[in-house]
């Protein structure tokens, strides 16, 4: 038996070693570096044995559909004068809230404590006013979060959660011409901020694997699925038409997020002919979002429920500088015209603690969690739920996306050896 029909039969019995349950980056560019060959990765770098995902619709346990709080023209990130209140505007991170959230806290904070003020106000508590509140305090200021819904009944907790810093970011031909800068700084700065979080008890914040398997070599077309419907022309004039219509500034920060390494043939362990594999950050939302809410309220943090329905309110709050993070709400509330709704769409299947690991096969992407496999169907990329509103759960939908990686478990042979 040859080492990779072990592997194989491995996984088809459930062996596991060590490795994480990662996904939420888009597929690997075409332009990745020439793959090692085999004979040149190393033991310790060789894919481990990993544990097969049950797979199966009747293992689903929960379904969440979550609107990107996507801006044409990238976050916004302004001030604005409202009564005698100072408003700093921190809304519309798209696909990348969880990854650039400590950067663009600390954007907002600069301008937040320009006059040294000594309370602050955010408004909203999902993981953008969250980490603005706790930056703010951390510099000193006293904090009170108002906000219609707690962090666990955000949008944010409906996300996938991965380290995604471009994903869905602004478009390429609205962002300003200097907002590629800003994003790097917003992204190394939110790296160096998750660091504290990483080896924490529960995994706040972790590394896994994440494996990209193809039919055919990565960039070139793939075998089209017949079944999947093609795209609706776009509604407007200036909506994307392809991925390509997206900033992308992921090549600015590959010293910290590499390109996925191809896997030759005798060390891929899936039945499939290409495979490649990165290793990718991601957010356990229960114990991230426990630790960002503890420290919170240590350091003297207030929050009040309340629901605004006008800009002019916030003129009336009793702290004159307010951090503005209200997500996608603020389309009606602000009346920004840049904010566009970008349906995603989560189905989770009981927690594997096992799998630790994460893959991307035919538009489906899997990622291991400790509260769950999220299972996330990836069709027309990051195109998939433009404009589209709807936050109502389609099961149809994933199902048909577990069915993909069902399928692929099904074909690892089984040993009874
Ligand atoms: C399917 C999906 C997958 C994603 N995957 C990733 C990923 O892998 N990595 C990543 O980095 N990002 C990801 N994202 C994006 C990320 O989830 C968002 O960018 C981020 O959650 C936005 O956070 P937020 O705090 O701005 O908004 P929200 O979470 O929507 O929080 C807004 C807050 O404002 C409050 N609020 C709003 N309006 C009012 C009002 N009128 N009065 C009072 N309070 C108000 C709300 O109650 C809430 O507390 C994903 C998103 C989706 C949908």
Not at 53 to 63: E, I, K, N, P, Y
Not at 333 to 352: F, S, Y
Not at 388 to 407: F, H, M, Q, Y
Request: proline share 8%; aromatic share 10%; charged share 20%.
């Amino acid at each position: 038996m040859d080492r990779r029909h072990l592997l194989r039969n491995s996984l088809a019995l459930g062996g596991v070693l060590g490795m994480g349950g990662c996904a939420g980056q888009s597929a690997p560019p075409a332009t990745a570096p020439a793959a090692k060959t085999a004979s040149t990765v190393l033991q310790m770098d060789r894919p481990p044995v990993l544990a097969p995902v049950r797979a199966h619709a009747d293992r689903f346990f929960d379904f969440k559909v979550c609107l990107r709080p996507f801006r044409t023209k990238g976050p916004r990130l302004d001030v604005e004068q409202i009564g005698d209140a100072l408003v700093v505007h921190n809304y519309g991170h798209g696909g990348s809230g969880w990854s650039l959230s400590w950067g663009s806290a600390e954007m907002a904070v600069e301008k937040a404590l320009s006059g040294s003020p000594k309370e602050v106000a955010v408004i909203g508590s999902g993981i953008i006013g969250l980490t603005s509140a706790i930056t703010a305090q951390r510099a000193g200021a006293q904090v009170t979060i108002y906000t219609r819904e707690l962090l666990p009944r955000t949008r944010s907790v409906r996300a996938n959660g991965s380290w995604t810093p471009d994903s869905r970011i602004a478009l390429a031909g609205e962002a300003p011409a200097n907002f590629g800068d800003t994003w790097e700084q917003m992204a190394r700065i939110s790296w160096k901020n998750f660091r504290p979080y990483i080896g924490m008890a529960g995994n706040p914040i972790a590394f896994a694997d994440h494996y990209y398997l193809t039919d055919a070599p990565r960039g070139t077309p793939q075998p089209v699925d017949a079944t999947v419907p093609p795209l609706p022309p776009p509604t407007w004039t200036g909506a994307p038409t392809s991925g390509e219509d997206f900033a992308k500034y992921s090549d600015r920060i590959r010293d910290i997020t590499p390109y996925p390494q191809q896997l030759e043939a005798d060390i891929n362990p899936f039945p499939v002919k290409y495979a490649s594999r990165t290793t990718n950050m991601f957010f356990n939302f229960t114990e991230y979002g426990h630790l960002l809410t503890t420290e919170f309220f240590a350091r003297g943090g207030k929050i009040v429920m309340r629901d605004f329905h006008s800009p002019s309110e916030l003129g009336h709050l009793p702290q004159k500088v307010v951090i503005n993070c209200p997500g996608f709400a603020a389309r009606d509330w602000w009346q920004d015209k840049a904010m566009v709704p970008v349906r995603g769409q989560t189905g989770w299947l009981i927690p594997q603690p096992e799998v630790n690991y994460g893959l991307t096969y035919r538009n489906v992407q899997i990622l291991s969690k400790s509260d769950g496999i999220m299972v996330i169907a990836l069709e027309n990329g990051e195109l998939k739920g433009y404009n589209n509103s709807n936050e109502s759960v389609n099961r149809v939908e994933s199902e048909n996306a577990v069915k993909v990686i069902d399928d692929l478990f099904a074909r690892f042979p089984v040993s009874r050896a």
